[in-house]
């Protein structure tokens, strides 16, 4: 069965609305057979990655950067993966208020020496997490895991 792998740094209660939009979204129902696995960041092995079929990424900007969590992750399986997962969709969703634009730059560069695939647009959440935020969150968690439907 595909596999969408979310890779999530959650470190607050916004962070925690967001990823459970888009655990939501990704687990809808009318997405048929496409398992849904959850990793923090600071602990997802590259296994994880190799097994997985498509990414979605959640982080807060930190310091003007993904963050330290998210960062981790992609030292650890950068190079055990970058053979490998070519060409796999990825989707990301990001928390902050400034330095957003460095994280999503940041998260570019790294997937697009890994081959990945931006195949939803990014969500990008700041302060409280509105209604209108959370259905974004739903839908990028809905669309990437789509993708993966055979
Ligand atoms: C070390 C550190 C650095 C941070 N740097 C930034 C930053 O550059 N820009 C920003 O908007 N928020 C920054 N933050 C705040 C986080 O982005 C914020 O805690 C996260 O998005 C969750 O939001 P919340 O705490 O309001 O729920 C930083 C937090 C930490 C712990």
Known sequence: MPTLLIIHHTPSPFMQAMFESVV???TDPEI???????RAALAVSATDVLEADGYLLGSPANLGYMSGALKHAFDVIYYPCLDSTRA??????????????????????????LGWVKSAEYVTVSGKPSKDDLQACWELGATVAAQLMS
Do not use: Q, W
């Open 88 to 113: 796999r969709p990825f989707g990301l969703y990001l928390h902050g208020n400034e330095g957003t634009e460095g994280a999503e730059k940041g998260v570019t560069a790294i997937t697009t020496g």
């Open 32 to 38: 048929e057979g496409v398992e849904v696995v959850r």
């Open 24 to 26: 939501s979204g990704a």
